[in-house]
């Protein structure tokens, strides 16, 4: 079965600092997609970053890139420059199907002033 | 274009007691699909609808249904209600055409309180 494991539950870094989360998965399977999504306290889930299996160049998007290392199976979300809204529960999600998103545990993600 | 609109926001309901849920699409979206969510077992996948049919179902039981109608607006429904299904119930909708990689828009989520 395909899991996501994210092995960061929380951090908490200054603005304007650089923060990674953590992505690990399971997966058989060879040609796939990975997400990072966020959670506010608004409760809406919003897509930050999406990176293609088959692609070897690290998706990106403004301050928002990935690190993927296919062979690992790792998917880490960088954010440069952090400011108070990206404060966020933030998932990394496989998709196996159809809309079948499987998601991680989640990293709660705290931006200080 | 107006977004995922889940509705009630909130709803409180008592045990054996039976609900349903409502998710309007973003308009062309043919694709909605529901995801339970709870602090212990985090995001989970329960169903998704396509033009009607529903093509994927994830690991609940029976007493968890759904259905989709033709102006592609979609109903979940719980029947005789446990406490542990207690939990914030998202709805997400997409195009539907390429299984594998579109972007997912969600709802701000139904928050469900069995007592």
């Known amino acids: 079965a395909q899991t996501v494991t994210q092995s960061q539950p929380e951090m908490s870094v200054q603005e304007a600092e650089t923060v990674t989360l953590s992505c690990t998965y399971d997966?058989?399977?060879?040609?796939?997609?990975l997400f990072w999504y966020k959670q506010p306290p608004s409760r809406q889930m919003i897509l930050v970053i999406r990176q293609e299996a088959y692609k070897q160049q690290n998706a990106t998007e403004n301050r928002f890139s990935v690190n993927f290392q296919k062979a690992a199976k790792s998917f880490s979300l960088k954010i440069s420059d952090s400011q108070l809204g990206d404060t966020a529960m933030y998932f990394c999600?496989?998709?196996?199907?159809?809309?079948?998103?499987?998601f991680g545990q989640g990293t709660r993600l705290t931006i200080n002033p | 274009k107006a977004g995922v609109t889940q509705t009630p926001r909130y709803l409180i309901k008592t045990r054996g007691q039976q609900v349903t849920l409502s998710c309007s699409p973003i308009s062309g979206h043919r694709s909605v699909s529901w995801y339970q969510q709870t602090p212990g077992q985090g995001l989970q996948f329960l169903f998704e609808?396509?033009?009607?049919?529903?093509?994927n179902k994830g690991n609940f039981p029976g007493r968890f249904s759904g259905r989709q109608f033709s102006n592609s607006r979609s109903e979940m429904n719980v029947s005789t209600l446990e406490l542990g299904d207690s939990a914030l119930y998202l709805c997400a909708s997409s195009p539907g055409q390429f299984l594998f990689s579109e972007k997912l828009f969600f709802g701000s989520g139904t928050q469900l309180s069995v007592l």
């Open positions: 999600a496989f998709i196996q199907g159809a809309q079948k998103l499987v």
């Open positions: 997966t058989s399977e060879n040609n796939y997609y």
């Open positions: 609808y396509f033009s009607e049919t529903q093509r």
